[in-house]
């Protein structure tokens, strides 16, 4: 080991503490004696001993304008020994006998005949042995006459594994072949006599250390049975987050079972020789031939048929891309193979972070099953309300490579995570360094909230950028605020989180319970989360009185609000749960009321709504109820849209109408001449008829310049229709500079 100095060399000439002018250049034309130069010392090199062991400090020291006089040595560091011949250059004492490896310093100091000092400083190092530790394996079961191997294994912290030595300690004496080595075998006795036998393993380090005995038991059997069982427990690491508002927090991490997956057990063919389930404690167990070669490997699906049904599936998004999506990589994490042997046998698997201090350096295989696991607990929610729910099959696309960079898909490049409704999919970041989701239950739980209404129940969400302190077309505020208090729901946690960062470090957090930071009102998804959010929990907290729970909101989703004329909205969600709740209507009322919306008048249309977002002119009615004849004027305005989203409240403006009978409506849209705009505007028009869009083709939507005119032939219903201006939508690039036009128009 080279030396170790702890401290620099000092020297302190004796010239040092007289006055500079005792020491410079006298008067008088004499010559001043030259100064006097320190001596130096020099310690000796650092040693590394054994406890108990004398210890000899070599020290010297040299004067390059005189003698040396003096030596001292004096302990500075470790637990205190006593020094003998402190005032020699050699000095010597007896090393501790710590627990653990310590280090003692010690200092030389030295004195010249002039009376100037030097120190040097030597580290000694007790070095303890850690004893090796001995491991001898798994129990087995065998049967009689058969060969039996024991296969041991030894580690040291601080060394290496010298020798091993195998013994018999219970049942008959076997004679055992390779005692010495780590794999021992022999013959298994007759099972009659000897049923049960033990060994134990002890392995010796290179410095002579030897380790606590190991035990192994091996079970003798006469035959062997036609089929054992592997069981066990499935879990996954999951990374806790700190405080409100705090990032993940890789030093808090639990262990969480991997509940609901599909289980396998696959041979040395490659073939699928058994399958199971996890259990909700992640608990499973597969039925195999014994002796036979298996890895038990764990899917990150969820499958079930009949009735209640699911389909669930994590897949990477990013593999195989010349695969159709569905059938892009699904996500497994595989145990190592062994014998099933010739009884049953435990086998667990963990999937791992892959985190390595400070950033990634393994597979991260526990995050498809974290992902997993928030969409395992929202079929549980819906189960508990509906324990016949047949679910459309889900995919959530996660890799490593889904980054906030909007672009190709098959390249990861997903902009941000999202519920995509055409294939039925969810598209999850997992962009370490930047923004990942995996333990972000309340996103996962969020987009799959989305999913539930696609598939469940109804949305009539336009999409597209969203915050709190927006004010959003109603159809998009009750989605968004829907998916935030339904991950509430999920998760039985009201703050909502969502990490990102160089180590995922940082958060974005909201409480779903808390009020809205924005302007409260039927527009707002903070507003619509509250309200949801204080419908379901038990927490009586402000002017909450209700615990309804999940079941009459999902009773609610399912049925009137899947089937409702109007647009799928606060008010068509609100007036159902009123009816199909009288006792709970007061309270209802009040939570409705604390967020600016009237709920004790509530109706589907929002015949009785008065909260104009602050004044605007342009949003209510939030219908106007038109029919043959009718002619009537309403306003498209981006005042609520900055950020050009095209998904702003104002944007598009309701109608609604009742038909008697079959009939033929002819609507013609005009830019009006009051308030003037002197661009060219581009009214457009579609018609809804519980939820579904009728407008065949691009009809209600040409370009022509200033107005627009289509004609439907209706049968007898509700219908509800949206007019809007179309340079304000998504679909367009470039909006009028004007912020406000309105449009005539007739009904004929």
Known sequence: MSPTRFNARHALAACAVIALSACGGGGGGG??????????????????????????????????DGTVTGF???????????????????????????????????????????????????????????????????????????????????????GTIAAYQWSQVAGPAVTLTGADQATATFTAPNAATAPLLSFELVVVDDDGASSPPDRVDVNVIDQLPENVTISGTLQYEFVNRGAFNGGLNYNDVAL???????VQAIDSASQVIASAVSDASGRYALTVPPLADVFVRVRAELKQNGVPAWDVEVRDNTSNTSLALNQRPLYALDGAAASSGAGDSTRNLIARTGWGGTSYTAARAAAPFSVLDTLYAAIQLVLSADPNAVFDPLDAFWSVNNCPVSGNIDSGDIGTSFFRSD??????????????????????????????????????????????NQQLDMRLAFGEGWGNAVAGMVTGESVYSDSFGAT???????DVETTTPGLPGWYDEFSIQAILWDLFDANADGVDTVALGFGPLYDVLVSEQRNTPSFASVFSFVAALKAANPAAAAGIDAI????????????????????????????????????????????????????????????????????????????????????????????????????????????????????ETASFTLDAGDYVAEVYEFSFTPLSNSPLAATRVCFDVVVN
């Open 31 to 64: 010559s001043a004696p030259p100064a006097n130069r320190a001596p130096s010392a020099s310690a000796g090199v650092d040693q590394t001993v054994d406890p108990g062991s004398t210890v000899t400090l070599d020290g010297s020291a040299t004067d390059s």
């Open 72 to 158: 001292a040595w004096s302990q500075i560091s470790g637990s205190t020994v006593a020094l003998s011949d402190a005032n020699q250059a050699t000095a010597t004492f007896t090393a501790t006998s710590p627990a653990a490896s310590e280090s003692l310093g010690f200092r030389l100091t030295v004195t010249d005949d002039d009376g100037a000092t030097d120190f040097d400083d030597v580290l000694v190092t007790v070095d303890v042995n850690q004893p090796p530790t001995a491991n001898a394996g798994a129990d087995q079961t065998v049967v009689q006459a058969e060969t039996v191997t024991l296969s041991g294994a030894g580690t040291d912290a601080d």
């Open 592 to 707: 409705v009321a604390a967020q600016g919306i009237n709920g004790a008048q509530i109706d589907p249309y929002a015949t009785f709504e008065t909260n104009d977002a602050g004044g605007s002119a342009d949003v209510l009615p939030v219908y106007t109820e038109i029919g043959p004849g009718s002619n009537v004027q309403v306003c498209s305005t981006r005042a609520f849209d900055a950020g050009a989203d095209g998904n702003k409240l104002g944007i598009f403006r309701y109608l609604r109408f009742t038909l008697a009978a079959q009939t033929t409506l002819t609507f013609t849209i005009t830019k009006a001449a009051t308030p003037a705009v002197a661009e060219v505007a581009d009214p457009d028009i579609s018609v809804f008829r519980n939820g579904a869009r009728l407008n065949v083709g691009n009809v209600g939507q040409s370009a022509v310049a200033n107005s």
């Open 423 to 468: 294939i039925d999919s969810l598209f999850l970041l997992g962009c370490a360094g930047n923004d990942t989701e995996e333990f972000d239950v309340s996103v996962i739980a969020h987009e799959w909230g989305h999913y539930f209404e696609d598939v469940l129940s109804r949305s009539d969400s336009l999409g597209g950028s969203h915050a709190g």
């Open 504 to 510: 995922q470090n940082a958060s974005f957090a909201f």
């Open 256 to 262: 969480k079972p991997i509940r609901g997956a599909t």
